[in-house]
């Protein structure tokens, strides 16, 4: 491997690097999983007529990445869905409007947009404080069960209180810090397709957790009795399709997933895979290892490919009633501490890279790898033969520090402590997210497709001494949404998931994830990511069907998300049109209908969803 730039470069020299050793660089709070800021507190009186013996107090509202900050809000926290009513019947009445407000963990202005002033008549519902209750509902013969669990509860404690009674999800999102009601609001999903043969189990859904319901409670406006009342719709009720993922332009206080028997699961990780091999075009040589190989034999796949490196983090799970004697058994979730917390040195390097070495991204990107491996297989012949700067970061203290944790390439346990690997200390990373919807047998040419642009494009960007990318791409796989997991006779898919099936193509059952990470504030990122987004846009439309990921970056113009007006008016809504039945126009008349005052809704929301 390279060095990454030289001491004479515009990049993290040695010298410089020594010199940080001190002091942290700026914007290392990315590294520590802060909620800013710290305290909330009341610097004026209440909103008038504001309902009594709710908690009530003024915060700003900050989101994963830290791109979207406010002033301070009037956010509030009530204790039961009946507070939750009294809330939004005195908004109704007062010409406000009300967010609900789970972890934060999430990256599109969903909720509330950047900047907004302090003056501004909403007032964000805090979930997690106490709408957190859950139960076991029933267990039924087939082997499944129901959770009934309210909005702010985490997918954390909701995994971990369904796994105490043996049951559990085939797939969900790595970070265990999501809300319920965020999570379903925006078609959280995790990586998983059946592999050849497989046949999975009743319960187990390969879409969204947003499929997975069979029941929720959402504030509705009712016409008759002039104000906003909860309304429990089962799966199979017209309103409900529309309410599975409704991007926040409604309030769900409750719901009811399905559940499966809990599978233990084996995780593999490789870091010997070169990306020309993993990301082949198709017809590659026999014998080479295809992302598309690696899903037919297990379904379950993720690979992270750190900028400006040739080998990807590929992550492989496997159903393992029993522990294979290669694999060391985990008890719980969150088991790569190496990417939790940055060692000192590594974080220090971050630090420089926000505070203006830019260039330094190849370097960033060969230690994140190197830091991987050691971790993982505790192979340190590499950061040998690397050069200087990379020792000076990966000392023989931090590769001590690795090892001495064990190695983590071949894991065993329960399904939930496999699933949930990303804590909220991780590096906070701003990304881009969109799925393509394809065949089965189309899936390794749209990663082989994406991959070249990619490596192409950022050669490109780094010609003209630009470095927009010093994170990673993150591919995952997926099936589409099948409402029939759900149990519930008459049930339809989510209206607006990104996992929704085209009803004129039925041989299209795939979906590919596609994410770029990288620290929020580097230079040309949201032209790179513009760049991304034309291509995957672009993509041929008989072997693709692009959506966007609701809750990361789309939309992107030369200097921000969010913002493209002829993405935002015509090419979102177009993708969940394409092939005809209900979608886009079902879902957004149903949501008018059940909040025509749009209480429940903001401007970005309103100008998305018309």
């Excluded at 959770?147 to 971990?160: C, H, K, M, N, P």
């Excluded at 799966?235 to 599978?263: F, K, M, Q, W, Y």
């Excluded at 944790?405 to 804590?423: E, F, M, N, P, T």
């Amino acid at each position: 491997m390279t060095d990454g730039p030289s001491e004479q470069s515009g990049g993290l020299s040695r010298r410089r690097l020594l010199a940080s050793s001190a002091a942290a660089g700026g914007g290392v709070w990315l590294l520590r999983g802060l909620v800013r800021p710290g305290s909330a507190y009341a610097a004026s009186a209440s909103p008038p007529g504001f309902p009594a013996g709710i908690d009530v107090y003024q915060r700003a509202y900050e989101n994963w990445a830290g791109e979207i900050r406010t002033d301070q809000l009037w956010t509030c926290a009530p204790r039961g869905p009946q507070q939750v009513l009294d809330v939004v019947n005195w908004a109704h009445g007062a010409g406000w409007t009300v967010r609900a407000q789970g972890q934060r963990h999430g990256w599109a202005p969903l909720t509330v947009a950047d900047g907004t002033p302090a003056a501004t008549r909403v007032v964000l519902l805090d979930t997690t404080a106490h709408l957190t209750a859950m139960s076991l509902e029933q267990r039924a013969a087939d082997g499944s069960a129901a959770v009934r669990v309210q909005a702010g509860a985490s997918l954390e404690t909701l995994l971990r209180f369904a796994g105490a009674s043996g049951y559990g999800v085939a797939s969900a999102p790595a970070p265990g810090d999501l809300s319920v009601g965020g999570a379903l609001a925006i078609g959280a999903h995790g990586t998983a397709v059946a592999a050849v043969g497989e046949r999975p189990s009743a319960g187990h859904g390969l879409g969204s957790l947003s499929n997975l319901v069979t029941e929720l409670t959402a504030v509705v406006w009712d016409g008759q009795a002039g104000r906003y009342v909860l309304r429990t719709v089962g799966r199979a009720d017209p309103d409900c399709d529309a309410l599975l993922t409704h991007l926040g332009r409604s309030l769900i206080t409750e719901a009811v997933l399905r559940v499966g028997t809990d599978h233990h699961l084996r995780c593999q990780s490789f870091v010997d895979i070169p990306a020309a091999e993993l990301f082949a075009a198709p017809g590659a040589p026999a014998g080479t290892r295809t992302l598309a190989g690696f899903v037919d034999r297990t379904g379950r796949v993720e690979a992270i490919w750190f900028a400006f490196t040739d080998r990807p983090w590929l992550k492989v799970w496997s159903v393992a009633a029993n522990r294979p004697l290669a694999s060391r058994a985990v008890d719980g979730p969150y088991n790569y501490p190496f990417s939790d917390s940055l060692p000192e040195p590594v974080a220090r390097l971050a630090g420089d890279l926000v505070s203006g070495a830019w260039a330094s991204a190849p370097l960033f990107g060969q230690v994140q790898y190197l830091l991987t491996k050691v971790a993982l297989t505790g192979d340190i012949t590499d950061v040998l033969l690397s050069g200087n700067l990379v020792r000076d970061v990966l000392t023989g203290d931090v590769l001590t520090h690795l090892l001495a944790g064990g190695l983590r390439s071949d894991l065993w346990g329960a399904s939930r402590d496999l699933l949930q690997y990303v804590r909220p200390t991780t590096l906070r990373e701003t990304a881009n997210g969109y799925a393509v919807l394809t065949r089965r047998a189309d899936l390794q040419w749209v990663v082989s497709q994406f991959a070249d642009f990619y490596r192409t494009l950022l050669a490109q960007y780094a010609a003209r001494g630009e470095y927009p990318v010093n994170g990673q791409v993150e591919i995952r796989v997926t099936g589409l949404e099948d409402p029939s997991v759900s149990g519930v006779p008459g049930a339809r898919p989510p209206l607006l998931s990104a996992l929704r099936p085209r009803p004129d193509r039925p041989d299209v059952d795939t979906a590919v994830w596609i994410d770029v990470l990288s620290l929020p504030t580097t230079p040309a990122l949201h032209r790179f990511y513009r760049d991304i987004e034309r291509f995957l846009l672009a993509l041929d439309g008989e072997r693709a069907t692009v959506r966007v990921e609701w809750s990361k970056g789309w939309a992107y113009t030369d200097t921000a998300a969010w913002s493209d007006p002829d993405v935002l008016a015509r090419a979102v809504p177009a993708s969940h049109r394409a092939g005809g039945g209900p979608g886009w126009d079902q879902a957004v008349a149903a949501l008018d209908r059940l909040d025509p005052h749009h209480v429940l809704s903001s401007p970005f929301l309103d100008a998305l969803l018309r």
